[in-house]
């Protein structure tokens, strides 16, 4: 069974740093491409960030380019995403998710997704 | 950016009842349109994908269609489980981006 469990959310200033974690069971973590999507309060669905299944393509959303990494450890079967210079519009759940397709053939259909992680940026 | 607009945003059904969410793109998107459905307090479940395939262990109750930029989500018998938010999505291209969604709620 697939599974997906993120952690990490907190409450933080503003400017402030979080390191959120996707732990992945049930499937062979390093053949997947895997995403973070957010949820603000009461509010819609925003893509962040993609991460090729090899760790060599990282793609972002404009608001969050160049304070946000997203990074990958498949040792650990786990997919990162260091938030720095948080802003109060950060303020989201935070879901990891996996993309469709194995190796190669990877497409951003998100199939399998955690249960999400709440960081909430406020002074 | 692709902007991705649903209509409606908020919908208002009886159990039974036949319903359809339209999503329009703000330029070509072949086919590569997805669907997801999420309750409250829950994480997005995959419905469709690529406009039209239904996925695995989905009811047969759900349908898409559609093509480069307006595509539909079909409920043909309203079930009490389908009152949710629907997000439609595009993988045409970055930015990755989603409709507003669409509330659905019970009459």
């Known amino acids: 069974e697939v599974q997906l469990v993120e952690s990490g959310g907190n409450l933080v200033q503003p400017g402030g740093s979080l390191r959120l974690s996707c732990a992945a069971s049930?499937?062979?973590?390093?053949?997947?491409?895997m995403t973070w999507v957010r949820q603000a309060p009461g509010k819609g669905l925003e893509w962040v960030a993609n991460?090729?299944?090899?760790?060599?393509?990282?793609y972002y959303v404009d608001s969050v380019k160049g304070r946000f990494t997203i990074s990958r450890d498949d040792a650990k079967n786990s997919m990162f995403l260091q938030m720095n210079s948080l802003r109060v519009e950060d303020t989201a759940v935070y879901y990891c998710a996996r993309l469709c397709g194995s190796g190669g053939n990877w497409y951003s259909t998100f199939d399998f997704w955690g249960q999400g992680t709440l960081v909430t940026v406020s002074s | 950016d692709i902007q991705l607009t649903q209509s409606p945003s908020f919908l208002s059904a009886s159990v039974g009842d036949r319903v359809t969410i339209t999503c329009r793109a703000s330029?070509?998107?072949?086919?590569?349109l997805v669907w997801y459905q999420q309750k409250p307090g829950k994480a997005p479940k995959l419905l469709i994908d690529?406009?039209?395939t239904l996925q695995s262990g989905v009811p047969s109750r759900f349908s898409g269609s559609g093509s480069g930029t307006e595509f539909t989500l079909t409920i043909s018998s309203l079930q009490p489980e389908d009152f949710a938010t629907y997000y439609c999505q595009q993988r045409t291209r970055y930015p990755i981006t989603f409709g507003q969604g669409t509330r659905l709620e019970i009459k």
């Open positions: 049930g499937f062979t973590f390093s053949t997947y491409s």
């Open positions: 330029q070509g998107i072949s086919s590569h």
């Open positions: 991460i090729r299944y090899d760790g060599n393509e990282k």
């Open positions: 690529a406009a039209s």
